[in-house]
């Protein structure tokens, strides 16, 4: 442990002052060149300079060396023959800098410089059909904005009667709503399909309710669940109030972050019931912003308060299951077709605020905003699902007002910029439109399609994956029949053109998901991640390790 | 007799700012100058600090105007500072120009100016970067950028050349590894007694009084108080030890935004009489509260160099510290006991080091001896000297580098183009920053084409013939040429 300190006294040299050993020729090339080595993915000083030298095949140097290095070894093999005599005699380098190094300060040791260094350590090599299964998400998003485009020109165009259109996704929207009521009180008494999940999720919630307790009693970070399990449903209870007070103050965007502090606990541990939480608030709150745009004369704050009421009171709704017992299922879902009512009639009252909304902009430069606005809603839409599917217990925490690791607060603005973007995009739009029933189907027709069924497409992912497919083949099969009919002229028989598209759409899906998926896969060989000892080390911390490992 | 140059310090980071960087700066100046060079220092104006300051030994330090941007660092506008830095150069007639600190734009360039105006350049870089997030690819490649025309790199530990090798694509045989260092004389243990010069036998100070098995071990925390400092890793491992080992007590010193989860910890388990915290300390005070303690505890997660566990050693404490960046190369073994930067091994480091300390095993009252003679800022000067004579050609190419530079076109191109003492063409320049990237390469040959431009309308607006040469500080002697190592 603690030496005589006589036995360091010799190592450190009393004569300090002294110069350095004459300086000879190839004094600061590395001596030792046998290479200790082995390892082809460290990197070798001449690594450095020679930039596109694939990693070498053997530890060896010989001067038949990659084109690229040959010289330089050659040369430095030279030296190894003229030096070895002399550098024998040397104490051995050593990487510390208390040490008297015999060498110069530029010396570059090749046995130990680098020898740290990883290269790719954790990458993980991915493959075609989970890839392909996950680009899935991307293409149901694409084919829903495209719809929702289609569904406009066909109502610009008077192809299609605006009523029908939104008289049917109110009725998709309606049964929708009902499959995930049916659902959610399928699952709230028994609970998670998989244990692993729910074991996680209370673990997530307990780290979060604890801060930093002292450890003795159960360092190993695993408590008993079941006196855990019993908070849950006691803050899960709780979670009924808080969702319901949630409802009054949505009208800001800070509210979510501002109120979730207040019931800690049960967002948490009602998991994945904070997800529809965020995209309500997120719908909400651009709704706030449509109205704000659209009230020159009208007052914005009781329209957007109805309109917020109305999806946070779908939030409270959804959030049902949390809430074990009965009454309180039922007054959500009273809750929620009230706030439906009243943000129908808001918008109603609305449309012909919006109708005349950009009447002085030229048409040209509506389709190219929302062109652009379109295309910020797909590149920042929030694909990840992570509320459903794979890190259940991850968005748990990282809604829990970030008590998570910060990326997932950090998410959130861009989100709701998704939903934005498309809501003002649909409003744009629909300012467009001559009358104000048709400005009026489209908006709901927006509001259904950004606000509502993203979380209702996660939730079916999440909840099966024959779903997930199904409603992605419907889709693709839905956009692809829409644009073929919108292309193809007023007077042949829609049906036909409808049917080619729907051939055209499936197969760019097919080739796009395919070929992106192959192409993901062929980029992963440039892939070089350097990981060493400068990386600042990630600490290991009992009372918070599963903070750390997502 | 050697050369002795004249020499610019260019940093964003100087005193009045208290700092690792600043000591460094200022230091190394002093050294030198007792060296025999001139050393200007240049950096931007503080509040409060402006024009032209001497301190002592007849250091000169330029504030020049600029504006900062943030945490003092000044805003990166690559051309601005050239007609200021051109008057500078010339009025003190500067050889070479020593740029400092990786996130100080000033220095970076100072270092492309100086170039084109035909200077050697050295850089020094401080501090470690990864490699993953955006924020360090940024930076790499303006480092690529600056360091693509260096003619030496200056590293604080081996860790840290290997990182700057990497990140600059560097030859490693430019980069030398020349540590930072204590001034002995400011970190003294408590009741210590200077070994009389006379004496030839081996000096003993008197063993420290030995610790009974129930007297008090103070455990020191030092550090300001963010994420990678281990502030996280130290709240969740004091309460711990200090359940493991009564009759101990830790001392926390430093400030920061980690500090409120310090005293909550500290609230929750009851430990107020057992954890005293300092907060903010001024550099001045450091050896005072480090002399009130037996062990230093130091759990950064990143560290280039580590000078406070130097110091602590100098004041005669054991040293518990985590294995990361640097800090392996810094102490020897008998000084120090390593933990993996994890709650469970830190705890158990610092359970061996008490228990060696109530052994009395380790005789820390050696160490102030020890650690003077291993750091001191006058190797520093002579090391950095060196590398100033490999640059200016004093040392042949050959013997600095260690290879044959006439070998033809055989031996190593890159690094002779790079020290070769003809490379200062336009032409070769331009080559070096071609090789920066696809886009970044040609950018960086026009951020040079300009500089260039601007440099030949300034010999022309303001030819040097009317700059004013401003007198010398008179120079030191060098020493005795027995002591001399140059």
């Known amino acids: 442990m603690a030496p005589p300190s006589g036995l360091h006294q010799s190592a450190i040299p009393s004569d300090f002052e002294t110069p350095f050993p004459p300086l000879v020729r190839s004094s600061t090339v590395p001596a030792g060149l046998k290479s200790h080595r082995a390892d082809p993915s460290h990197l070798a000083p001449e690594d450095a300079y020679t930039p596109y030298s694939p990693p070498r095949r053997s530890g060896t140097f010989d001067s038949t060396g990659t084109a690229s290095g040959t010289e330089s070894r050659a040369g430095r093999a030279r030296h190894k023959d003229a030096s070895r005599s002399r550098s024998r005699r040397r104490k051995r380098f050593q990487k510390l800098l208390w040490v008297k190094q015999s060498y110069p300060d530029n010396y570059t040791d090749q046995a130990t410089f680098l020898e740290n260094l990883q290269r790719n350590p954790r990458v993980r090599p991915y493959d075609f059909w989970p890839l392909v299964a996950d680009s899935t998400v991307i293409v149901q998003h694409v084919c829903s904005v495209i719809i929702f485009v289609v569904c406009f020109v066909g109502i610009f165009q008077e192809r299609v009667s605006p009523v029908s259109v939104v008289g049917w996704s109110s009725f998709a929207t309606f049964l929708g709503w009902l499959l995930w009521d049916w659902w959610v009180t399928n699952e709230a008494p028994g609970g998670w399909e998989d244990d692993d999940v729910r074991a996680r999720m209370i673990r997530d919630g307990r780290a979060y309710r604890e801060y930093r307790p002292p450890r003795r009693q159960d360092s190993s970070g695993l408590g008993s669940p079941m006196l855990n399990a019993s908070t849950v449903s006691i803050s899960s209870v709780s979670n009924f109030p808080s969702a319901a007070s949630s409802t009054t103050n949505l009208l800001q965007d800070h509210s979510v972050p501002l109120q979730r502090p207040l019931h800690p606990p049960g967002t948490n541990t009602s998991g994945g019931l904070l997800a529809p939480t965020q995209v309500h608030s997120r719908s909400a709150s651009s709704i706030n912003t449509i109205a704000t745009q659209a009230s020159g004369a009208a007052s914005p704050t009781t329209t957007a308060g109805t309109a917020a009421n109305l999806i946070a009171a779908g939030t409270t709704a959804f959030g049902g299951p949390g809430t074990t017992g009965f009454s309180p299922a039922t007054r959500n879902r009273l809750s929620t077709i009230k706030s439906a009512v009243l943000i129908y009639f808001t918008l109603l009252g609305l449309s012909p605020i919006l109708k005349s909304l950009t009447r002085s902009t030229s048409s040209d430069s509506i389709w190219a905003m929302s062109f652009w606005l379109l295309a910020i809603n797909v590149f920042f839409f929030d694909y990840s699902g992570s509320s459903w599917s794979g890190g259940l217990g991850g968005a748990a925490s990282g809604g829990g007002g970030g008590g998570g690791p910060g990326a997932h607060g950090k998410q959130m603005p861009v989100a709701s910029m998704s939903t934005n973007a498309a809501l003002m995009a649909s409003t744009v739009l629909a300012s467009r439109l001559p009358s104000t029933g048709q400005v009026f189907s489209l908006t709901l027709f927006s509001i259904e399609v950004f606000g509502l069924f993203p979380v209702f497409r996660q939730y079916a992912r999440h909840r099966s994956w024959r779903y997930h497919v199904v409603l992605t083949v419907l889709l693709v099969l839905g956009a692809g029949a829409g644009v073929g009919m919108i292309l193809g002229d007023e007077r042949g028989w829609p049906w036909k053109k409808g049917l080619l598209g729907m051939v055209v759409g499936c197969l760019i899906a097919a080739l796009a998901m395919g070929g992106c998926s192959w192409w993901l896969i062929g980029l992963q060989k440039y892939k070089n991640e350097i990981y060493g000892p400068w990386d600042p080390a990630r600490p290991i911390i009992i009372s918070r390790r599963h903070w750390d490992d997502d | ?486």
Not at chain 2, 8 to 20: E, I, N, R, T
Not at chain 2, 42 to 57: C, E, F, P, Q, S
Not at chain 2, 116 to 145: C, E, P, W
């Open chain 2, 1 to 486: 007799m050697a050369p002795t140059y004249n020499i610019a310090m260019v940093s964003d980071f100087f005193f009045p700012q208290p700092g690792g960087v600043e000591s460094h700066i200022y230091q190394l100046s002093s050294k030198l100058r007792d060296r025999g060079h001139k050393v200007i220092i240049i950096t931007h104006a503080y509040k409060g600090r402006t024009g032209v300051r001497y301190l002592t030994n007849g250091l000169k330090v330029y504030h020049v105007p600029f504006f900062v941007l943030y945490r003092s660092a000044s805003f990166p506008t690559v051309f601005s500072f050239f007609p200021i830095f051109r008057n500078i150069v010339l009025r003190e007639r500067i050889d070479i120009v020593h740029g400092h600190a990786s996130l100080s734009s000033l220095c970076h360039e100072a270092i492309l100016h100086a170039r084109t105006m035909g200077l050697r350049t050295v850089y020094t870089d401080h501090s470690l970067f990864g490699f993953a997030d955006a924020a360090s690819i940024f930076a790499n490649k303006l480092l690529k950028f600056s360091l693509s025309d260096v003619d030496h790199v200056i590293c604080v530990s081996h860790t840290c050349k290997e990182n700057t090798v990497l990140r600059a694509s560097l030859d490693p045989l430019m980069v030398s590894a020349i540590p930072n260092a204590v001034v002995a004389e400011n970190f003294k243990p408590l009741d210590y007694t200077e070994p009389s010069p006379r004496s030839f036998a081996p000096h003993h100070p008197p063993p420290a009084r030995p610790l009974g098995p129930h007297d008090m071990i103070t455990i020191v925390v030092i550090s300001r108080l963010f994420y990678n400092k281990g502030t996280d890793l130290l709240t969740a491992a004091i309460p711990r030890i200090l359940a493991n080992h009564p009759h101990t007590r830790f001392i926390i010193a430093g400030d920061g935004p980690k500090a409120i989860d310090l005293e909550q910890m500290i609230e929750q388990n009851v430990l107020q009489d057992r954890v005293e915290m300092l907060g903010p300390i001024r550099h001045e005070e450091v050896r005072d509260v480090m002399v009130r303690g037996h062990i230093y505890l130091h759990p950064s997660l990143t560290e280039a160099f580590g000078t406070v566990i130097v110091e602590a050693a100098s004041c005669g404490l054991y040293v518990v510290c985590t294995r990361v960046g640097g800090i392996p190369e810094v102490l020897p073994s008998h000084m120090t006991v390593f933990a993996k930067p994890e709650e469970d091994d830190l705890v158990t480091a610092t359970g061996k080091a008490i228990a060696s300390m109530r052994a009395n095993k380790v005789r820390t009252e050696l160490f102030h001896q020890q650690v003077k003679s291993m750091y001191s800022w006058t190797n520093v000067a002579m090391r950095t000297e060196r590398v100033y004579n490999g640059i200016s050609g004093a040392i042949s190419e050959a013997e600095f580098y260690g290879y044959d530079a006439a070998n033809g076109a055989g031996s190593w191109s890159a690094t002779r183009g790079r020290s070769g003492v003809q490379s200062f063409a336009l032409i070769d320049r331009l080559k070096r920053y071609y090789g920066c990237g696809i886009w970044a390469g040609k950018l960086f040959c026009l951020c040079v084409i300009v500089d260039y431009l601007i440099f030949l309308a300034l010999e022309l607006w303001f030819p040097r013939e009317k700059i004013d040469v401003c007198p010398d500080w008179p120079r030191k002697e060098r020493k005795v040429d027995g002591k001399d190592a140059g």
